[in-house]
């Protein structure tokens, strides 16, 4: 088969994912058609004059996509039909068994059985005692509403986008604590954070969609992306946060600009969120921020509040986690959408037929407006500091000139460069074994990803944090490390 691939001579994207989208290309104008045999991964790879390697790392891209389907020993295909085989059969057993049953799924459920399942300790990392304080009054808020039902039982039929007390609450809770200005009817209450983000990507993405996504990011939310069908442009940073660079040269329209918050990037600076504004207003693209410091002090400085504080042009989609604080009491969360899609969003809402506890929403309500949240929040950061400090002084104490230590204003982690040869993989195996929360911040990055990079999450005491990290050093000598 001659199958001409042009690849763009200058582009920030990987290898791999530039083949990717050039064989997408191929397929969508009939250049490939329907069940038709793909070349082999040597063959094309000694044509384009590349390794063999990025070529399956391509064909992984594009099976993961719903664009190719294999069959055991003759090879890979275009595929015909959206459809998946349940269960395997062997050529020694197949006459003697009645023919298997292929059920046709969707494009979707196809992306989302081949996705890579996003795996990220929980950010909220706080034990259960940390929580006391606000269980206590947690439980009295509780026993209020259920002793005196009049209240919930006139929301009853409540608004699925939540009861508009609460929404109202948390509409000025934004104001005093991240300078937001909405109104109510723009915040968006989930049962979970998860299906929030469903909901996002339902509403504005359809397959194909290009994202520009910032580098790294959760692994969640390139899960996600994939899942429904949107074509991840990853985007580095820089000390400044996003590549506004990187960002402009997108040579094809895109839908969204993806932003994180979070323990260890950098806040925009002041030209970027003005830079990042104005491309999305004159691009048409909306801004998916989602913040993942929900505390209630910003150091003096504007750059930390969000970006949504300073927009002007209605385009940015607003992820808050300052509900995450309170797991595993709930799990509710919420979003604040652009005024032009607020609409859309309670009705996509509506459909999904996800129902809120209406106590549960008015005990939160009413823990929000006696101040009880602000106060939770100080208390983590706080709290989050005193042990990052004591996580520091460990790990530098035990490991010298073998570890470096980057500080981010805010974070709850600690993000540690390990000069060693050990596996990212293993170094974090290790971790957990020895009672600690370590992510590899490889799993972040869909370019290639620094190694020996990682986060610590101090979520355990002081005595159970020395017995870890002392445990888990021991564990790398024992490795190797000197």
Not at 386 to 411: A, M, P, Q, W, Y
Request: hydrophobic fraction near 40%.
């Amino acid at each position: 088969m001659d199958l001409i691939v042009n690849l763009p001579p200058k582009s920030f994207l990987p290898l791999h994912r530039q083949l990717a989208d050039a064989l997408c290309e191929a397929i969508d104008q009939r250049r490939l058609l329907p069940g038709e045999p793909m070349p082999s991964t040597r063959d094309l790879a000694q044509s384009l004059r590349i390794s063999r390697s990025t070529v399956v790392r391509s064909y992984e891209e594009l099976h993961s996509r719903g664009y190719l389907e294999s069959a055991h020993g003759s090879g890979t295909f275009v595929r015909s039909e959206m459809s998946f085989a349940y269960g395997k059969q062997t050529e020694l057993n197949k006459e003697k068994e009645k023919p298997r049953i292929a059920f046709a799924v969707s494009a979707f459920a196809v992306r989302l059985l081949h996705a890579e399942p996003g795996q990220f300790p929980d950010a909220a990392s706080y034990s259960t005692d940390d929580l006391a304080p606000v269980l206590r009054s947690w439980k009295r808020l509780w026993r209020r509403h259920l002793k005196n039902t009049e209240e919930a039982r006139s929301w009853a039929a409540s608004n699925p986008i939540g009861i508009e007390s609460l929404r109202k609450t948390i509409a000025d809770f934004l104001w005093r604590t991240r300078r937001i200005h909405c109104h109510p009817d723009q915040v968006i209450a989930f049962s979970n954070k998860q299906s929030r983000l469903q909901l996002v990507c339902r509403l504005l993405f359809s397959p194909g969609d290009l994202v520009a996504v910032q580098d790294p990011i959760s692994p969640e939310v390139r899960q996600m992306l994939s899942v429904y069908g949107a074509r991840v442009v990853p985007v580095p940073l820089d000390q400044e946060g996003i590549n506004i660079d990187h960002l402009l040269s997108i040579d094809k329209p895109f839908k969204a600009i993806c932003l994180a918050n979070d323990d260890h990037n950098g806040a925009l600076s002041r030209e970027k969120r003005r830079c990042v504004r104005d491309l999305a207003k004159r691009t048409g693209a909306f801004i998916i921020e989602e913040e993942a410091i929900p505390y209630t002090t910003t150091g003096g400085s504007a750059d930390r509040y969000p970006l949504r504080s300073s927009d002007d042009s209605d385009r940015v989609i607003y992820l808050s986690a300052g509900l995450e604080m309170l797991s595993p009491l709930m799990m509710m969360s919420f979003l604040v959408a652009p005024y032009s899609l607020q609409e859309a969003f309670a009705a996509a809402k509506a459909c999904t037929g996800e129902e809120l506890a209406t106590i549960e929403q008015l005990v939160l309500r009413d823990f929000i407006e006696d101040g009880l949240l602000e106060h939770h929040l100080r208390g983590l950061e706080r709290l989050s500091n005193k042990r990052r400090c004591h996580v520091i002084h460990l790990v530098t104490k035990h490991l010298g000139r073998r570890v470096d230590i980057e500080s981010s204003f805010g974070s709850q982690a600690v993000v540690i460069n390990l000069s060693s040869d050990i596996p990212d993989s293993e170094v974090v195996q290790m971790a957990q074994e020895s009672g600690l929360l370590l992510s590899a911040l490889s799993n972040q990055f869909a370019c290639p990803a620094p190694k020996g990079k990682f986060m610590l999450f101090p979520g355990s005491s002081k005595d159970a944090l020395e017995e870890g990290i002392e445990t888990w050093i021991t564990k790398l000598r024992a490795r190797g490390l000197s």
